[in-house]
Structure formats: structure tokens, C-alpha cells
């Protein structure tokens, strides 16, 4: 078994930061930092709010980074929770990177995907309730604001595939009652995304800022 020596606080601090920022040179220091000090530290490493790489990486859409990452961390890490009880998943599904939950989640177990935050909200709750707060208004779909909700639907559509949720189907009956649970299958959620997707290309959505994590 390979002894690594212990990394000071200050190059702890510098790994969690090259994870956040994502700039040229950040894989590459990464990669370094794994060589000399072993990669047990991209799990245990965590700033001052309890965030890991995998948050950081993650929340800030940096894939190249999150695809690195992901082969090298233990499966449990990749639900760690931060001083707010968040996930990894909880960040990325706010900034509604698609690409990187498509990384993430076949990995994650199913319980993984219903962890709640401190405020009680499972990561596609906090997604979904941002979405709706996200009003655009009639016949602005073609708008920067209508391309942005356009983008964070289709990111919950494919969280809500992973999770399998029903939806109802034919309403309430002559009595009231409501309809049985019918699972949302994977080629109706492929078929979903495929229509918005089509959407955000005609009207050729602009590459989004990085969020500030």
C-alpha cells in the first residue's frame, strides 16, 4: 500500500478551489495534487461549509473535472452532505447542469436521490420550486428568460426519469376519484427532452454564465 505524504491546509484549500474555479490549468493541478498526496483526499477534502470537490466541480457545471472526479471517489462520497445537509446532487440540480447529472446519477443509488437538505427539500424539490419562481411572461418564450426555463425543465425532466416518479393518468373518475400511478418510463422522458431540446436549438440559447458557488 503506497504512503503519500499530508498535504498542508493551504494546498487542501488550493485543491477544493482549482475544483470550484475550473480554469485551464485546474485538471491538471488536480491531477497532480492526486500523484503526490493520494486520491483519498478528493473525498475528505472540504472547505469551510463542509463542501467536497465533487460540490464544487459539480455545482459550477465543470464536467471535465466531474468526470475525473467521479472513477475516483468511494460511492459514499458521492452523497456527502455539507454544513447545510446538501448533496453534491443538491447544487448541481439547482444549477440545473445537465450534462453533469447525467455523470452523476446512474451512479447513485436510489436513496441517494430523496436525501433532504436542512431545509427539508430533496434536490429535485429545490430545483422545481426555483423553476417555478422562474416566470416568463406570455410570448416570451423566445426571450433569454425563456431559453433559461426552457434549460432548467429539461434538467428536472431527466432527474424526475431517474427517480421513476408517477404522474396520474386520466384524472378524477365520475366519483371524484383520482386515477391510478402510472411510472413515467424512460423512452417517455427521452422523448420529453428531445422535444425541449429541439426547442433551446431553434432558438439557439446563449452559453449560460457560471453560477457563483
Avoid at 463542509?50 to 465543470?62: K, Q
Avoid at 418564450?141 to 428536472?156: K, P
Avoid at 365520475?174 to 432558438?203: F, N, P, Q, R
Wanted: net charge negative.
Amino acid at each position: 500500500m503506497s504512503t503519500y505524504p499530508t498535504p498542508s491546509t493551504e494546498q487542501i484549500d488550493e485543491l477544493i478551489l482549482c475544483a470550484r474555479y475550473g480554469e485551464a490549468d485546474d485538471l491538471a493541478d488536480l491531477k497532480t495534487f492526486v500523484e503526490t498526496y493520494g486520491p483519498h483526499w478528493l473525498a475528505e477534502a472540504k472547505d469551510e461549509r463542509g463542501n467536497t470537490c465533487l460540490h464544487m466541480a459539480g455545482g459550477n457545471g465543470h464536467v471535465d473535472i466531474v468526470s475525473y472526479l467521479l472513477p475516483l471517489l468511494p460511492i459514499e462520497s458521492l452523497s456527502a452532505t455539507n454544513n447545510a445537509l446538501s448533496t453534491p446532487l443538491h447544487w448541481i440540480a439547482l444549477n440545473y447542469h445537465l450534462p453533469v447529472l447525467r455523470l452523476l446519477c446512474p451512479l447513485l443509488p436510489p436513496s441517494a436521490l430523496t436525501l433532504k437538505n436542512a431545509k427539508g427539500k430533496t434536490a429535485v424539490q429545490e430545483a422545481e420550486e426555483a423553476c417555478e419562481s422562474w416566470i416568463v411572461e406570455e410570448g416570451g418564450e423566445q426571450s433569454e428568460r425563456g431559453r433559461e426555463r426552457v434549460r432548467r425543465e429539461v434538467a428536472i425532466g431527466y432527474l424526475l426519469g431517474c427517480m421513476g416518479l408517477g404522474v396520474k393518468k386520466g384524472g378524477e373518475d365520475e366519483e371524484g376519484k383520482e386515477g391510478e400511478d402510472e411510472v413515467i418510463s424512460s423512452k417517455d422522458v427521452d422523448k420529453k427532452m428531445e422535444e425541449l431540446a429541439e426547442t433551446i436549438e431553434k432558438v439557439k440559447v446563449a452559453p449560460e454564465p457560471a453560477p457563483a458557488v
